[in-house]
């Protein structure tokens, strides 16, 4: 991973709900992998956030949202 992806990786493992983080890193490695291969799209993005949205703790979702906005931001 390189900086930016470790700093969002934790980021999000700490607001995920325990029982969910296993599932959360595999997603994120998956995305991650493709981002390096130059094939993740904003599809992908979309899709996590999705995803992911479901599995953070309730009070954790309008944090992770404004993250996860600015990180579609930064997608080309």
Not at 39 to 45: G, I, K, Y
Not at 49 to 59: F, I, S
């Amino acid at each position: 991973m390189n900086p930016g992806q470790e700093k969002f990786y934790q980021f999000v493992l700490e607001r995920v709900r325990d029982e969910q983080k296993d599932t959360v890193k595999k997603l994120m490695y998956e995305n991650f992998m493709k981002q390096t291969n130059g094939t993740f799209t904003r599809d992908d993005m979309m899709k996590t956030q999705e995803t992911l949205m479901k599995m953070l703790k309730p009070e954790a979702v309008e944090e992770a949202k404004t993250a996860m906005a600015h990180f579609a931001s930064q997608m080309k």
